[in-house]
């Protein structure tokens, strides 16, 4: 079992910036990747970026150029940066972790873009 817990979201002008943490906790061993989603009121989940235990990104075409993904292999935290953020980027913002095939989720943090 993997524990997710997110946080660094709130209320930011359009342009502004904000850096998302995951938190991962409980059997970390065997995780193959990590990312973010996000989920619009209305709107599927999409994914926003992902990276793989190897450290190799994919991004979104929406956030590429204005997201980073990062992580901290040791502790298995994965971060996000958020840069000139638009409206269109507010959402709830969930980490994931798919580890031997499973997919693991936390609670989801709320950024909300708007001036």
């Known amino acids: 079992q993997v524990q997710l817990v997110e946080s660094g979201g709130g209320l930011v002008q359009p342009g502004g910036s904000l850096r998302l943490s995951c938190a991962a906790s409980?059997?970390?061993?065997?995780?193959?990747?990590m990312g973010w989603y996000r989920q619009a009121p209305g709107k599927q989940r999409e994914l926003v970026a992902v990276i793989n235990y190897r450290g190799r990104t994919s991004y979104a075409d929406s956030v590429k150029g204005r997201f980073t993904i990062s992580r901290d292999s040791t502790t298995g935290a994965v971060y996000l940066q958020m840069n000139t953020l638009i409206p269109e980027d507010t959402a709830v913002y969930y980490c994931?972790?798919?580890?031997?095939?499973?997919?693991?989720w936390g609670q989801g943090t709320q950024v909300t873009v708007s001036s």
């Open positions: 409980g059997s970390i061993y065997g995780i193959n990747a």
């Open positions: 994931n972790a798919e580890q031997y095939s499973r997919d693991y």
